[in-house]
């Protein structure tokens, strides 16, 4: 098992509102599974994708996530964690601007202190694999947004992580480079690496192999069919 959720709750408190964000989710998910998180805007979407990716940590509940119980990790047990384990990829892709490609992939093994010259490698091979090796130097306002998403991928892979989580990956892209993005994540899920995508697109969620809905908090399992 990968992840398993038990009775999470996530409250936020802003003044004097508390907003019930996550209720008594318990989801699970094994090692290589391909999973979409569907749902309307504020229903709880990202906030799960915060705690499953150690960003933040759940008001009430147990959070296992391989098979190490995350509730009662330190801040820098998570950091390290997600790091090592977890790669992730955002609607806006989060590159640095001023970086080229290659520098942003490199990036995470500048954290995890790999010497310069294997740093270089593995981040050319990773930028290699997404098909964009003739783009190692440019920076991001020189890439497309199917580009941009390519490196951030190449970016979220470069350390081996088990587990990739993704906010509306193809939320910014035309319907083309959305596809070759689908292409990419069920590559590497073939190669084994779990997979946890939020989207609003009923298309882009069938190429995942299981999708869960998430309605006010509250997280249902819906079994559908690949395309
Ligand atoms: N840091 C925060 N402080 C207070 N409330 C928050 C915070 N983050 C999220 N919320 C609230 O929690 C609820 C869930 O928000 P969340 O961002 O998880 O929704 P979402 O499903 O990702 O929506 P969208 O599809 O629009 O991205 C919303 O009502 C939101 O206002
Ligand atoms: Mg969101």
């Given at each position: 098992m990968i992840l398993e959720l038990n009775g999470?709750?996530?409250?936020?408190?802003?003044?004097?509102?508390?907003?019930?964000?996550?209720?008594?989710v318990n989801?699970?998910?094994e090692e290589g599974e391909y999973v979409a998180v569907m749902g309307p805007s504020g229903?709880?979407?990202t906030t799960l994708m915060n705690?499953?990716?150690?960003?933040?940590?759940?008001?009430?509940?147990?959070?296992f996530l391989d098979g190490q119980d995350i509730s009662k990790c330190t801040e820098n047990e998570m950091s390290d964690i997600r790091l090592k384990k977890i790669g992730f990829v955002f609607q806006s892709?989060?590159?640095?601007?001023?970086?080229?490609?290659l520098q942003n992939v490199e990036m995470p093994l500048n954290y995890a202190k790999i010497p310069r010259r294997?740093?270089?490698?593995?981040?050319?091979?990773?930028?290699?694999?997404?098909?964009l090796a003739e783009r190692v130097d440019f920076r991001p306002n020189q890439l497309s947004g199917g580009q941009m998403q390519r490196v951030a991928i190449a970016r979220a892979m470069v350390n081996n992580p088990k587990l990739l989580l993704a906010d509306e990956p193809t939320g910014a892209?035309?319907?083309?480079?959305g596809h070759q993005v689908m292409e990419l994540f069920q590559k590497l899920n073939e190669e084994g690496v779990s997979v946890l995508m939020i989207t609003h697109d009923p298309e882009i969620a069938s190429?995942?192999?299981?999708?869960?809905?998430?309605?006010?908090g509250r997280l249902s399992e819906k079994e559908v069919s690949r395309v």
């Open positions: 999470i709750c996530k409250e936020y408190n802003q003044g004097k509102i508390t907003v019930p964000a996550l209720q008594n989801f699970s998910m229903s709880g979407k705690l499953i990716g150690c960003l933040d940590k759940p008001t009430r509940g147990e959070f892709f989060h590159l640095l601007p001023r970086q080229t490609a294997e740093r270089r490698e593995r981040a050319f091979r990773a930028l290699e694999r997404v098909g892209l035309d319907t083309k480079s190429f995942a192999k299981r999708t869960v809905t998430i309605r006010d």
